[in-house]
């Protein structure tokens, strides 16, 4: 069993910044791929950013590229989304989630099995 608890979400003018954390229980955290997707009202929720076990491959979604980096530190089981030069639609609730068995990130939701509760980011014009 893994559970998953974002923070770091909250309320930022565009432009502005905000750095979410997910921080997972259990020892297997770094044997596997996480990711970060988020989800705005009356959308369905979108790939946003993963990152391998190791922290060696990175993939992002088009939209934020450049302007948001995923890290994590194995040591603390915890993966963060650092979030530059936010603009509106970046509005959403973000998720964390662990892959149901790869090392390897992936860009699909149906390819995570555990998911955090989200944090909502709101960026205001």
């Known amino acids: 069993q893994v559970q998953l608890v974002e923070s770091g979400g909250g309320l930022v003018q565009a432009g502005g910044s905000l750095r979410l954390s997910c921080a997972a229980s259990g020892r297997t955290f770094s044997r596997y791929a996480m990711g970060w997707f988020r989800q705005a009202p009356g959308k369905e929720r979108e790939f946003v950013a993963a990152?391998?076990?190791?922290?060696?491959?990175?993939y992002y979604a088009d939209t934020v590229q450049g302007r948001l980096t995923i890290s994590r530190d194995n040591a603390k089981n915890t993966v963060y989304l650092q979030m530059n030069s936010l603009n509106t639609e970046d509005t959403g609730v973000y998720y964390c989630a662990k892959h149901r068995s790869s090392t390897y990130p992936a860009l699909t939701p149906y390819e995570y099995d555990y998911w955090g509760q989200g944090t909502q980011v709101t960026v205001s014009s």
């Open positions: 990152i391998s076990w190791s922290g060696g491959i990175t």
